[in-house]
T-cell receptor, first 115, second 116 residues
């Protein structure tokens, strides 16, 4: 089945540690995204990538980093510089030209808790 | 102004009732308005969407009503069922050449509970 796989589903981190969230897609989509979901704040864009080896900051990129070395993979690193990292993180993908203005396909999310 | 304001934050409806979720926006350049549905522990999925050249779009029990002059749009769920219990996000997209997700602004979300 085509889709987006995020791992791990749950992650606990101590303050001061970096952590990397994995996102893999087999939809052959060019564009990939990372969103952060907090209660009452909707979905906020962290980073996005339109093609391999290229990515742009979203609305809340501070304290995060990404890479896009392969079309299928878009890992997100939550660094120790992120002041409030406890959140639900969602990875998504889309393909320009497919569906009305590019429907987003989401993974099931990774819940990060900083202890 | 890129914000999309969504209300209510939570909604409880009896089975068979009508659920109504409202969104308002300021940016008149928005040209596409999707709704995403998210079940607990899952990622959101596209439910229904509308463009501003129509005032209503219906898909099964789900209807979007769009009021361009008021800059408001709403989701109506007719004959609400317990299986509709989820979080619903409205969104608005601005035109542009950047990839779609980068042009989307999401509302805050509404947690809908349909009691049996």
């Amino acid at each position: 089945d085509g889709g987006i796989t995020q791992s791990p589903k749950y992650l606990f981190r101590k303050e001061g540690q970096n952590v990397t969230l994995s996102c893999e897609q087999n939809l052959n989509h060019d564009a990939m995204y990372w969103y952060r979901q907090d209660p009452g704040q909707g979905l906020r864009l962290i980073y996005y990538s339109q093609i391999v080896n290229d990515f742009q900051k979203g609305d809340i990129a501070e304290g995060y980093s990404v890479s896009r070395e392969k079309k299928e993979s878009f890992p997100l690193t939550v660094t120790s510089a992120q002041k409030n990292p406890t959140a639900f993180y969602l990875c998504a993908s889309s393909q320009p030209g497919q569906g009305p203005t590019g429907e987003l396909f989401f993974g099931e999310g990774s819940r990060l808790t900083v202890l | 102004q890129q914000q999309v304001k969504q209300s209510p934050q939570s909604l409880i409806v009896q089975k068979g009732g009508i659920s109504i979720i409202n969104c308002a926006y300021e940016n008149t350049a928005f040209d596409y308005f999707p709704w995403y549905q998210q079940f607990p522990g899952k990622g959101p999925a596209l439910l229904i969407a509308i463009r501003p050249d129509v005032s209503e779009k219906k898909e099964g029990r789900f209807t979007i009503s769009f009021n361009k002059s008021a800059k408001q749009f709403s989701l109506h769920i007719m004959d609400s069922q317990p299986g509709d219990s989820a979080t619903y996000f409205c969104a608005a997209s601005s035109p542009g050449r950047e990839t779609s997700g980068s042009r989307l602004t999401f509302g805050e979300g509404t947690q809908l509970t349909v009691n049996p």
